[in-house]
C-alpha cells in the first residue's frame, strides 16, 4: 500500500452488523477482558467526550436514561463520574429488572444519592440528556411507557447525547423501532454500526463520532475476515487509489483515454458538466461525442477535448454514433447524463464494448427498458451503474423491494447484474458482485441538485480509464470518486452556504480536495 494506516485509520474503516459486533467483543471477553473493565473503559472515555462538548461552566444539570443493559450501565458510570466531578444529575430508569452488573452500578448511584426517577418529566429541566436506554442490537418495537417517555423527550429543546446508537433505531437497517431518540450526538462504540451510513436513520443520529476503545485488529479481521466485506471510503483508501503520484516518465495515452457519449438540445449543460468531472480527475485523453448542434459549445468549454459530433433527432438527441468511433481506442466508456431516451440505440451500440463502461441518467433508464439483467449479463467487460433510489426501482424491480435497507437492495442489484452498482443517497454505498459494500461516510444535501450526478460520471470515467493501465480494483476506484466528489461538496458548502453549490462551482472545488490530502 502507498498509505501505510494506523490504527485508528483501520478502525475508522470498519462497518459492522450487530451480531459481528457481538462475536468480536465475545473474542475480547473469551480472551480475558473482564466486562465490568471494558465497562469502566468505554464509558470513562465517552465520559471525557461528553465534559469536553459540555462542560460544568455552561452545563450544570444532566438527565440520564438508564436502560436494563450493558448500555443502561455505561450510562450509570458516566452519570456517576459526572455526579464526582459537581454535575447535577437526574436518572430516569423505566425498567426495574436491570442486568447484573448494570444493578450493581445503579445500586452504587443510589448509595450516593443520585435520584432515580420513573417517570420522564422531572428530566425535563435539565439542561442535557444522555441516552443509555438501549444500545446495538435492538429489534423489537418500543411501546408504552418507554415509546410515550421517548415521543416526549424528542419534544423538548435540550440537547441529547446517545451512547452508541440511538435508542429505538435497529443496528443494521437504521429502521425506526416504533419510535427512536432523535439524538444531537451520537457517541458510536468501538466500530461503526451500519444504521449509521443507512440514510434513513440520519435524522436520528445528529453528529456522529466514533469512541475507539482499542479493540485489537486481530479480533476485527477474525470475524470480519480481511479485506473486510464492507467498509467506509477514509481518506486512507482514497490516497491508495489516487492516480498520484503519476510515474517521471509518462505520456497521455498511458494516464487513459476515455470516450463520454452525453447530451442533447434539451439537455446541451450535462455534457458540459461530465466533461469537467472529467477533466478534474486528471484523464490523459478526453473524447466526447454529442449531437452536432453542440459540437462548438463543447470545444468552447473544453478546449482540451475531442470533440465528436453524431448524427441527431429531431428532437436534438444522438441518433446513432458515427462510424468513425472505434471502442477499442477507449480505456473506458462514460454515457448517459442528457441523452434523453431517444438515444437508447446508443445504449444498444455501446453495451458491446469490450472496455469498462459507466452508464447513469437516460444510459440507465434505456437500459430499464431493454430488461436491465438480460442485456448486462451479456457484457465481457466491466460496468458500473450509477443510479439514484428511483432509477434503481426501474432497474431492479426485485432488488427495490429491499429497501429502505440500502446496503441489501444495492448488494443483491449488484450480484443479480453481475456490475459495480453505486446508489446515489445522503450515504452513498457501492457494491461489487463478490458481495462487498463500499460506504460514503458523509455527504451534504449542497449535492441535491440538477446536474451534480453528471460531473460524478465524468470522475468516475476519468479515474477509471486511468485505472485500466494501473490495475487497480475497479469498485475501489469507483468508490474513491464518490468519497471525492462528496468531498468536493462538503468543502463549496462551508465556502458558499449549502444553497451556492451549483454543478459549476462543484467542479471547481474538485482540484482543492486533492490539494488538502498532500
Same mark, same amino acid.
Given at each position: %500500500?502507498?498509505?501505510?494506516?494506523?490504527?485508528?485509520?483501520?478502525?475508522?474503516?470498519?462497518?459492522?452488523?450487530?451480531?459481528? %459486533?457481538?462475536?468480536?467483543?465475545?473474542? @475480547?471477553?473469551?480472551?480475558?477482558?473482564?466486562?465490568?473493565?471494558? %465497562? #469502566?473503559?468505554?464509558?470513562?472515555?465517552?465520559?471525557?467526550?461528553?465534559?469536553?462538548?459540555?462542560p460544568?461552566?455552561?452545563? *450544570? =444539570?444532566?438527565?440520564?436514561l438508564?436502560?436494563?443493559?450493558?448500555?443502561g450501565?455505561?450510562?450509570?458510570?458516566?452519570?456517576?463520574?459526572?455526579?464526582?466531578?459537581?454535575?447535577?444529575?437526574?436518572?430516569?430508569?423505566?425498567?426495574?429488572?436491570?442486568?447484573?452488573?448494570?444493578?450493581?452500578? !445503579?445500586?452504587?448511584?443510589?448509595?450516593?444519592?443520585?435520584?432515580?426517577?420513573?417517570?420522564?418529566?422531572?428530566?425535563?429541566?435539565?439542561?442535557?440528556?444522555?441516552?443509555?436506554?438501549?444500545?446495538?442490537?435492538?429489534?423489537? /418495537?418500543?411501546?408504552?411507557?418507554?415509546?410515550?417517555?421517548?415521543?416526549q423527550? +424528542?419534544?423538548?429543546?435540550?440537547?441529547?447525547?446517545?451512547?452508541?446508537?440511538?435508542?429505538?433505531?435497529? &443496528?443494521?437497517?437504521?429502521?425506526?423501532?416504533?419510535?427512536?431518540? =432523535?439524538? &444531537?450526538?451520537?457517541?458510536?462504540?468501538?466500530?461503526?454500526?451500519?444504521?449509521f451510513?443507512?440514510?434513513?436513520?440520519?435524522?436520528?443520529m445528529?453528529?456522529? #463520532?466514533?469512541?475507539?476503545?482499542?479493540?485489537p485488529?486481530?479480533? @476485527?479481521?477474525?470475524?470480519?475476515?480481511?479485506?473486510?466485506?464492507?467498509?467506509r471510503?477514509?481518506?486512507?483508501?482514497?490516497?491508495?487509489?489516487?492516480?498520484?503520484?503519476?510515474?517521471?516518465?509518462?505520456y497521455?495515452?498511458?494516464?487513459?483515454?476515455?470516450?463520454?457519449?452525453?447530451?442533447?438540445?434539451?439537455?446541451?449543460?450535462?455534457?458540459?458538466?461530465?466533461?469537467l468531472?472529467?477533466?478534474?480527475?486528471?484523464?490523459?485523453?478526453?473524447? @466526447?461525442?454529442?449531437? +452536432?448542434?453542440?459540437?462548438?459549445?463543447?470545444?468552447?468549454q473544453?478546449?482540451?477535448?475531442?470533440?465528436?459530433?453524431?448524427?441527431?433527432?429531431?428532437?436534438?438527441?444522438?441518433?446513432?454514433?458515427?462510424?468513425?468511433?472505434?471502442?477499442?481506442?477507449?480505456?473506458?466508456?462514460?454515457?448517459?447524463?442528457?441523452?434523453?431516451?431517444?438515444?437508447?440505440?446508443?445504449?444498444?451500440?455501446?453495451?458491446?464494448?469490450?472496455?469498462?463502461?459507466?452508464?447513469?441518467?437516460?444510459?440507465? +433508464?434505456?437500459?430499464?427498458?431493454l430488461?436491465?439483467?438480460?442485456?448486462?449479463?451479456?457484457?465481457q467487460?466491466?460496468?458500473?451503474?450509477?443510479?439514484?433510489?428511483?432509477?434503481?426501482? *426501474?432497474?431492479?424491480?426485485?432488488?427495490?423491494?429491499?429497501?429502505?435497507?440500502?446496503?441489501?437492495?444495492? *448488494?443483491?442489484?449488484?450480484?443479480? /447484474?453481475?456490475?459495480?452498482?453505486?446508489?446515489k443517497?445522503? =450515504?452513498?454505498?457501492?457494491?461489487?458482485?463478490?458481495?462487498?459494500?463500499?460506504?460514503?461516510?458523509?455527504?451534504?444535501?449542497?449535492?441535491?441538485?440538477?446536474g451534480?450526478?453528471?460531473?460524478?460520471?465524468?470522475?468516475?470515467?476519468?479515474?477509471?480509464?486511468q485505472? &485500466?493501465?494501473? #490495475?487497480?480494483?475497479?469498485?475501489?476506484?469507483? !468508490?474513491?470518486?464518490a468519497?471525492?466528489?462528496?468531498?468536493?461538496?462538503?468543502?463549496?458548502?462551508?465556502?458558499?452556504? #449549502?444553497?451556492?453549490?451549483?454543478?459549476?462551482?462543484?467542479?471547481?472545488?474538485l482540484?482543492?480536495?486533492?490539494?488538502?490530502?498532500?
Amino acid at each position: %500500500m502507498k498509505h501505510p494506516q494506523n490504527h485508528r485509520e483501520q478502525i475508522e474503516q470498519v462497518v459492522v452488523t450487530a451480531q459481528q %459486533m457481538r462475536e468480536i467483543e465475545g473474542r @475480547i471477553f473469551e480472551a480475558g477482558m473482564p466486562v465490568a473493565a471494558l %465497562m #469502566e473503559k468505554v464509558a470513562g472515555l465517552v465520559y471525557n467526550r461528553i465534559v469536553a462538548l459540555y462542560p460544568l461552566t455552561g452545563t *450544570r =444539570r444532566i438527565g440520564v436514561l438508564v436502560g436494563p443493559g450493558h448500555n443502561g450501565g455505561d450510562a450509570l458510570v458516566i452519570a456517576r463520574e459526572l455526579y464526582l466531578q459537581g454535575y447535577d444529575i437526574r436518572i430516569y430508569r423505566p425498567i426495574t429488572k436491570l442486568k447484573e452488573l448494570t444493578a450493581n452500578h !445503579a445500586h452504587y448511584a443510589t448509595s450516593l444519592g443520585i435520584p432515580f426517577y420513573e417517570q420522564i418529566e422531572p428530566l425535563q429541566e435539565c439542561d442535557l440528556i444522555i441516552d443509555g436506554l438501549f444500545g446495538f442490537g435492538l429489534e423489537r /418495537s418500543l411501546s408504552g411507557t418507554i415509546a410515550n417517555a421517548i415521543n416526549q423527550l +424528542n419534544q423538548w429543546s435540550q440537547p441529547v447525547i446517545s451512547i452508541d446508537i440511538p435508542s429505538g433505531i435497529h &443496528t443494521d437497517t437504521g429502521e425506526v423501532l416504533g419510535t427512536a431518540v =432523535r439524538a &444531537t450526538y451520537t457517541l458510536c462504540l468501538g466500530l461503526w454500526k451500519v444504521a449509521f451510513l443507512q440514510d434513513q436513520a440520519l435524522e436520528y443520529m445528529g453528529k456522529a #463520532e466514533l469512541i475507539d476503545f482499542g479493540i485489537p485488529l486481530i479480533d @476485527i479481521w477474525a470475524i470480519l475476515g480481511k479485506p473486510a466485506g464492507m467498509l467506509r471510503i477514509n481518506k486512507g483508501i482514497v490516497l491508495d487509489n489516487l492516480p498520484l503520484p503519476r510515474a517521471v516518465v509518462t505520456y497521455k495515452y498511458k494516464q487513459g483515454h476515455l470516450l463520454l457519449i452525453c447530451g442533447s438540445h434539451q439537455y446541451s449543460g450535462a455534457a458540459i458538466l461530465t466533461g469537467l468531472g472529467a477533466r478534474a480527475s486528471g484523464v490523459g485523453m478526453l473524447s @466526447i461525442a454529442v449531437p +452536432n448542434s453542440l459540437k462548438p459549445l463543447l470545444i468552447s468549454q473544453l478546449p482540451e477535448a475531442l470533440i465528436i459530433g453524431c448524427p441527431e433527432t429531431e428532437e436534438g438527441a444522438i441518433a446513432h454514433l458515427p462510424e468513425t468511433i472505434d471502442f477499442s481506442n477507449y480505456s473506458a466508456i462514460a454515457c448517459g447524463p442528457g441523452l434523453t431516451r431517444d438515444a437508447k440505440l446508443v445504449i444498444q451500440e455501446v453495451i458491446g464494448a469490450e472496455c469498462p463502461l459507466i452508464l447513469d441518467a437516460d444510459g440507465l +433508464n434505456s437500459l430499464a427498458e431493454l430488461r436491465t439483467i438480460p442485456t448486462l449479463l451479456k457484457r465481457q467487460s466491466p460496468t458500473v451503474l450509477t443510479p439514484h433510489v428511483g432509477e434503481f426501482k *426501474r432497474l431492479f424491480p426485485d432488488s427495490a423491494g429491499l429497501l429502505p435497507d440500502r446496503i441489501k437492495a444495492v *448488494r443483491k442489484a449488484s450480484q443479480l /447484474s453481475r456490475t459495480i452498482v453505486l446508489l446515489k443517497g445522503a =450515504r452513498t454505498a457501492i457494491a461489487h458482485p463478490n458481495g462487498s459494500i463500499y460506504l460514503i461516510p458523509e455527504s451534504t444535501p449542497a449535492l441535491a441538485r440538477g446536474g451534480s450526478g453528471d460531473v460524478l460520471t465524468g470522475l468516475i470515467g476519468g479515474l477509471v480509464a486511468q485505472s &485500466t493501465t494501473a #490495475e487497480l480494483p475497479l469498485e475501489l476506484i469507483v !468508490a474513491t470518486a464518490a468519497w471525492w466528489h462528496a468531498q468536493a461538496g462538503i468543502l463549496a458548502a462551508q465556502d458558499r452556504t #449549502e444553497l451556492g453549490v451549483d454543478p459549476l462551482t462543484l467542479s471547481q472545488y474538485l482540484i482543492p480536495v486533492v490539494r488538502s490530502l498532500s
